[in-house]
């Protein structure tokens, strides 16, 4: 049983790496720009040298290519919490001595 289940992992991690190469692909190679408005929506996906949108199209762009939130502030990088470096000590009367 331990065999076939590592089988099974090893066919899905394959699956999950070769979607990821397509997304990254796709996502490299056809992006593109929109003006709709006087605003830019870059998106990317396969598509012929001159193509458009519906506006349904271009409305679900919007709100895929935006960030909404509901929370005030901005994001901010949190540093860890050392308490075990601020609860040590400091010595300075300790001497290692080479041995």
């Not at 796709?26 to 003006?35: I, N, Q, R, S, Y």
């Amino acid at each position: 049983m331990c065999k076939g289940f590592r089988k099974h992992i090893r066919v899905w991690a394959l699956c999950l790496a070769t979607l990821f190469a397509a997304y990254y692909a796709t996502t490299a190679l056809f992006t593109h720009v929109h003006v709709v408005n006087g605003v830019m929506l870059v998106h990317s996906h396969p598509f012929s040298h001159s193509h458009s949108h519906s506006d349904g199209q271009t409305l679900a762009l919007h709100f895929l290519s935006t960030f909404s939130s509901l929370e005030p502030g901005h994001t901010e990088v949190k540093t860890p919490d050392l308490h075990l470096l601020y609860s040590l000590p400091y010595n300075s009367s300790l001497k290692i001595s080479p041995a």
